[in-house]
Nanobody, 128 residues
Framework: QVQLVESGGGSVQAGGSLRLSCAASEYTYSRICMAWFRQPPGLEREGVAAIDSARTTSYADSVKGRFTISKDNGKITSYLQMNSLKPEDTAMYYC??????????????????????WGQGTQVTVSS
């Protein structure tokens, strides 16, 4: 059982920045895909960004050029640097991880993470 803990959420004005962190106590050298998802109030959860063990990244169109995902080697840890934040980025942000085979493309799609592990979420609020 992998337990993920997110941190770094908060309130910021439009145009500001936040850095989210997601960490588990375990190490792994298996191939993993780590991702960030978000769920705005009253809306469905959506994928934001993903990164695999080779540090190949994938982003939702709505955050390309503004958000950057990264991870540490060997650790089940990821970071989401969020710049130029907009009010529409307001949401609960969740971190997730799933073990994947070499043939699977790592991207922030919910179907991939059905068998994964999730954190409890951290709130991001962007005011105009």
């Amino acid at each position: 059982q992998v337990q993920l803990v997110e941190s770094g959420g908060g309130s910021v004005q439009a145009g500001g920045s936040l850095r989210l962190s997601c960490a588990a106590s375990e190490y792994t050298y298996s191939r993993i895909c780590m991702a960030w998802f978000r769920q705005p109030p009253g809306l469905e959860r959506e994928g934001v960004a993903a990164i695999d063990s080779a540090r190949t990244t994938s982003y939702a169109d709505s955050v390309k050029g503004r958000f950057t995902i990264s991870k540490d080697n060997g650790k089940i840890t990821s970071y989401l640097q969020m710049n130029s934040l907009k009010p529409e980025d307001t949401a609960m942000y969740y971190c997730a991880v799933v073990y994947i085979s070499d043939s699977i493309y790592c991207s922030p799609r919910l179907t991939l993470f059905r068998s994964g592990y999730w954190g409890q979420g951290t709130q991001v609020t962007v005011s105009s």
